[in-house]
């Protein structure tokens, strides 16, 4: 039995259909805003607040191990619902959220493993959504790109763990932009195409970042934004990014000339 902690976007529904297709028996905590998940009779509506109830589930169902996958947005402290667990908790929940949404996560999988829940990887099931290192698209960076996506990486390590960026574009060797707390579209789609156009997109898990929760993803949508603005070629970390349905990406990535690359 897997316990699968699930927030919004299209990543949980990949994790959903692979578990079920290996016939493994699992159960959903919707961290959703709008209980997503409620069609499916193993989910359970709980906000993050009732954690006595949460822990009450996982160990009802004899689950020793979770994974978290989706985004999971951080919820108003103010506005939660809490139990004897959740009030116990909610000072390191507080204290953590103050750093941003990795800390929280980073909170919640000690709290767990403090209840002798471990949380595995939410690509564990799912191997298929990452890339080995390499090139898979026909068009390749040229020698002063790959130097740039050199400086674009260092920048990427620079930045703090608790920070949001994990995505940078860089075009004639220059951070033009840094992703925020909005997310990868927001940073592609408010920078005037002139000043884009042939950059180049990278995407990478931050340092220390817990790569059991928080693989950066991308899929079609971010390879369309790339596209229209005029951007060259996408950068991922090998064997952790997350490819959503990559066989159409790729095709994509080769019918407009824009190149894919796992460092």
């Known amino acids: 039995m897997i316990g699968l902690f699930l927030g919004e976007k299209d990543l949980p529904y990949e994790i959903i259909k692979k578990i079920e297709r290996k016939k ?32 009450k589930l996982i160990k009802s169902k004899k689950c020793s191990k979770v994974i978290f996958a989706g985004n999971i947005i951080k919820p108003k402290i103010s506005k939660l619902k809490l139990d004897f667990k959740g009030l116990f908790y909610i000072p390191r929940i507080v204290k953590a959220a103050k750093l941003g949404d990795a800390a929280i996560l980073k909170v919640l999988i000690k709290i767990l493993l ?31 790109e790959r130097e740039e996506i050199v ?37 592609i789609i408010s920078i005037p195409k002139s000043k884009i156009k042939k950059g180049i997109l990278i995407k990478l898990p931050k340092a220390k970042q817990d790569l059991r929760v928080d693989l950066p993803t991308i899929g079609i949508d971010t390879f369309k934004d790339c596209n229209k603005v005029g951007i060259k070629g996408i950068v991922v970390k090998s064997n952790q990014n997350i490819i959503l349905n990559k066989e159409v990406c790729i095709k994509y990535a080769n019918q407009n000339k824009l190149f894919l690359m796992a460092i």
């Open 24 to 55: 493994i028996k699992y159960f959903i905590i919707d961290l959703t805003k709008n209980n997503k998940f409620k069609k499916n009779k193993n989910s359970f509506f709980i906000n993050i607040g009732k954690f006595g109830q949460i822990l």
């Open 114 to 144: 403090e209840n002798k829940i471990n949380v595995i990887k939410l690509n564990t099931f799912n191997p298929e959504l990452t890339l080995k290192k390499g090139f898979y698209t026909i068009l390749k960076p040229s020698k002063k």
């Open 151 to 187: 400086k674009g990486i260092q920048t990427l390590k620079k930045i703090n763990s608790h920070n949001h960026t994990q995505a940078v574009i860089i075009r004639d060797n220059k951070v033009i932009s840094r992703e925020t707390r909005k997310g990868t579209k927001e940073m």
